[in-house]
């Protein structure tokens, strides 16, 4: 597509041993901006800037070259790499975190290389609120900023966290921590007061149960597939890829196009959450992403009178 | 319309003394079979199975006459009404009983009045199974059968329920109680436990996260309408009333009219939330109805390709 912009994906690059109902899946890639710059992947080029430590496999980084990712701005730093370890309940509902080694990533400082920092779309991950608003003053003009965040940060990073979003143009936020930035509990009351933080849109994943978008005047609800997971670790950071990959793909950020995103969004999580890992972002194809936008396209299909 | 059928609501006439966040409201009319009636006016023909005590008040006599439902089937039994007290917490996700004074209603036993026995659409209020297998022995040749089911009888009455699950068409139940008839917890799972046990086709209600149906190969998917309500008191009634008049009012059973019928019933049950009791059911007119179907159509709504 002529349109075509490319992707800025900032955040974590890491290895996740997952301990799950199917077994324990020892270090695999894993990490915020990996999970969303393969997602994106399927719409546009990506540039990705993160940190890996000495220990990051030749063949991990051949994946992300196949899939036409740029890492001029991805760091090998002296160590070892950011290293997650969890343990999922069999029903998927919720994981225990048993190791948190982060490692290289503990000075995690992003440098956006000179050739990044015209990129219109801007991915910044779930890091430090600091960070992000690093990030921001080294990129120039962006079309469009989504930004990630977690409890974590608006617990203890709150002032940071505020000074960012009006500098947002589309938040991408869980609801629980929706509810925790808000303080309050239902949907409309918690998205009008996200809002009056600063960010001109809005999304709150709602895992099993979906996503909302607020933008402007609009609301767009989305369900989640109906479809039983392996593994949901990535599936908020495919969501954000595919978000945002899909408005570069087609150079748009329109409303309209926002819950198109959306749709798009939900498609490369729902492959995602199909497998291991990232296993099932470097399988898909183009028509399995045009089968699941119609699929869900169906399911919220009903007559006129 | 021509194709307009009658339906049969059985079910609990009651008064509710509700306490909320903006006070105490004692005594007001409640009941499912209260709810799924007023909502279900607003397609077609009611014909009303309950039981009330000599306490009923003369106005809400005139008032379902008022909406053209047939009190035929209403018994005026000595003693006094059904009443159920309760209190919300603020954020309305949950509530505690505070009192059951089932009164007249202890006994009930539906007798379906002969001129309602070929009443083609058939609402079996939450009852005990064993009164709703009895409604069913009473009826002929019903085109849908609408029932709904609540946890104490999911626990308690499980044998019956079991019973009563193949001959129904429409099992309409919240997803807490699926969760518990089918022992696991994901939707997919939890939708084909169900249907495994007999009902034709299932409607999952998620509260604020809206509802699914799941009709043969068919699963459809309709959002909670965003809004702040003010008393969720009989939504779920109201959405099954509102689901089955709308079936009734066309005279059509097919998987698509089931999937308009789920955003009909989740119209009504929005507009019963927004108000204390059932006062929205009864100021609603049919325009109204028909924007919030429209809004819904956009809710979901998002361009192709």
Known sequence: MSANQPILVVGSVAFDTLHNSLGTHP??????????SLAASHFT???LVGVVGRDYPDDAIAMFRDRGIDLEGLTVADGLT????GRYTDDLTSRTTLKTELNVFADFMPEIPESYRDTPYV??????PALQLKVLDQVRNPKLVVADTMNFWIDGARDDLLKLLPRVDVLV????????????HHLVHVASDLLDLGPKSLVIKQGEYGAWLF?????????????????????????????????AGRDAVDPDSLRAAVIHGSTLASRCVAGIGVTDLLTLDAGEIDERVTAFRRLVDFPGA
């Open 82 to 85: 950011f290293h997650w370890e």
């Open 215 to 247: 933008a402007g005047e609009q609301m767009f609800s989305a369900p989640a597939f109906p479809m039983a997971a392996v593994d949901p670790t990535g599936a908020g950071d495919s969501f954000a890829g595919g978000f945002l990959g899909y408005l």
């Open 45 to 47: 080029d990506v540039r």
């Open 173 to 184: 936020i869980n609801d629980e921590e929706a509810r925790q930035l808000s303080g309050r």
């Open 27 to 36: 270090k695999v890639l894993g990490g915020a901006a990996t999970y969303a």
């Open 123 to 128: 991915m910044l991950g779930n890091i430090a």
